[in-house]
């Protein structure tokens, strides 16, 4: 028989990040394939498509009301989609520093 490790315990499952604007909270899929799907789309110099498909990634239907309901300008999307990345990678304390 194939030797079998039970890992559970050295994983995470406590659901899903968010981030706080003007007051909303904005839940973030974190999902492993959501993020490697975001990576990928992310890395080099994206466009407009590309950023499109991550912001419709990261965010469910509900969040991306909500985030359109703050009214943000393309360049404050990509903070928020820059933030948001941050948090689920980890890197830095969820403030843009790395």
């Known amino acids: 028989m194939a030797k079998v490790v039970d890992i559970t315990d050295k994983l995470s499952f406590d659901g899903n990040p968010s981030l706080t604007i003007k007051g909303?909270?904005?839940?973030?899929n974190a999902d492993a394939p959501t993020m490697l799907?975001?990576?990928n789309l992310m890395d080099g110099e994206p466009?407009?498509?590309?950023i499109m498909d991550v912001f419709e990634l990261m965010?469910?239907?509900?969040?991306?009301?909500?985030?359109?309901?703050v009214n943000l300008n393309f360049a404050?999307?990509?903070?928020?989609?820059?933030?948001?990345v941050a948090?689920?990678?980890g890197d830095g304390n969820g403030r843009g520093e790395r």
């Not at 466009?47 to 590309?50: A, I, Y």
């Not at 965010?59 to 309901?69: N, V, W």
């Not at 404050?76 to 948001?84: C, K």
Request: proline fraction near 0%; aromatic fraction near 2%.
């Open 59 to 69: 965010f469910s239907g509900t969040a991306r009301k909500e985030l359109e309901k």
């Open 87 to 89: 948090l689920i990678a």
């Open 24 to 28: 909303k909270t904005i839940e973030v």
């Open 47 to 50: 466009g407009v498509k590309e």
């Open 76 to 84: 404050d999307l990509i903070v928020v989609i820059q933030e948001a």
């Open 37 to 39: 799907k975001v990576m």
